[in-house]
């Protein structure tokens, strides 16, 4: 049976007109990698004709990059004036290189014909999992140039996805029930309509990609008015830090600046529900809903939000664990405790010699829920961004 190497290609718009085709090939069918494993892949170039060339580079890169613009007014001398500042950050992972060909003396050429040049990096073990934000990325790629002689170099790149193992089994809380009680008195001065009560439960505490959250609200309606409807929604949150720019420019008169460091939080939706479910005034009644987690990062700000709207509502949030590796075992109903913690201090990742995962039919890599990143990463970027793949599991009940 033939093989197929899957691979991202960019053609930039001035290929020599030697060049056929110029493109990366990872010799791993998902593009998934681990930190501390070392990636495999090809460099292939395809010519028409003889192009001349000094070397031909590869370079993998793994960087997190945040960017935004805030806006700042001032006024003197009976005008406002408004200025865009700009907020950035980066961190770099990975920055190799490899010279993968280079011509001899007198011999600095590519012949006619295809080229495939063999490479591979290791990926660092402390690297975090690819992800992709409005304001924000950890990205990781392959970049590759045909270093020419008096002309602009032709490059190429191709991304893929680094995602480490978080093994829920390690974290003695993830198989434990979460249980939190919402109250809120409706109304308000002299028209107050009693007391609304939810108490939430989820099954556990932590979960995988494929899974199901089993979600239970006991809502207990002591007002004088019906609960109309419920909504579940399962979010994302995530926070972004950037350093201000134009750090030694000064406005005369009034107004407000922003501090040299700023944060930015993004709240996503990751799947929620919105469905009618009637309480009466003064009863009692039993709400559930199961949520199927889609591929997600692993994350560990992850939130439950449930709602019950009315003319009045209460709402509320309980913390939950995305791994990689599902619990195995589930605390049983009469050992149930309560975890009172607003946050859960997530497992720390494992690296591929402490990992004896066995691989698994039911587990695939699928493309995020959220879909491609559109930050640009830089003026030359034309890749037109890039979608992670995360773990999922198929069979999960």
Known sequence: MASHLPHLTLKLALLDRGIES?????????????????????????????????????????KAKTSWTVWEQYSSNRSTHSEAIPYSADEIYIDSQAIIWHGKDGEKQLNPGVHRFPFLFTIPANCPPSYEGSVGFIRYYCKAKIDRPWKFDDTTRAGFTVLPHFDLNSVCYASIPMVKDFEKQIGFLCFKHGELNANVTLSKSGYVPGERVVLTVEITNGTTKNVARVETALMEITTFTAHRGRLHHFHYGLGTRHSDTEKKKETRTVVQYIEEFKV????????????????????????????????????????????????????????????PNDYLVPPQPSTIEEDNVQPDKSVMYVDSVFGKGTLVEDKDDKS??????????????
């Open 280 to 339: 009466s005034k003064n009863c009692n009644a039993t709400y559930m809903r199961m949520l199927a987690i889609p591929p997600v990062v692993p994350s560990f700000n992850v939130k439950i939000v449930t709602q019950s709207h009315f003319n009045g509502s209460i709402s509320g949030e309980l913390p939950m664990l995305i791994g990689t590796i599902p619990v195995r075992h589930i605390v049983k109903p009469q050992t149930m405790t309560v975890l």
């Open 384 to 397: 037109n961004g890039f979608t992670p793949k995360y773990i999922y599991y198929n069979d999960m009940q």
């Open 22 to 62: 110029f493109t990366i090939e990872y010799t791993s069918a998902s593009c998934v990698f681990r930190p501390g494993e070392t990636v495999h892949g090809h460099i292939v170039i395809t010519l028409k004709d003889a192009i001349k060339a000094k070397a031909v580079i590869v370079n993998m890169i793994g």
